[in-house]
């Protein structure tokens, strides 16, 4: 009855927009309340420092693709396919 109701008049634009808006809301209490029992055990502090570095540099790899952009195959790829 209610999706009747939305539909005719033409509400599922500002529906949805609620629906976000108020998941959105829940996630950011979810994050809040979460830190919160973090920082008050020790366990998650310990966690927390762990997870933020604590000062230290973190190395940063990026993946490439192993493939040349020509399309041919690599030179160890082509040895495998003569035997």
């Known amino acids: 009855m209610g999706a009747y109701i939305i539909h005719q008049l033409n509400l599922w634009g500002p529906v ?6 108020a998941s959105h809301q829940a996630l950011e209490e ?6 919160e029992f973090l920082e008050s055990s ?3 502090r310990q966690a927390i420092a762990m997870s933020t570095g604590a000062g230290k540099h973190r190395e940063e790899y990026e993946m ?3 493939r040349p952009m ?3 195959k ?3 790829e082509k040895e495998e396919d003569d035997l």
Do not use: H, I
Not at 16 to 21: K, L, S, Y
């Open 16 to 21: 949805m927009r609620m629906v976000e808006a």
């Open 74 to 76: 690599p030179a160890l």
């Open 30 to 35: 979810g994050k809040r309340r979460l830190r």
């Open 42 to 44: 020790d366990a998650g």
């Open 70 to 72: 020509n399309g041919t």
């Open 64 to 66: 490439s693709d192993l």
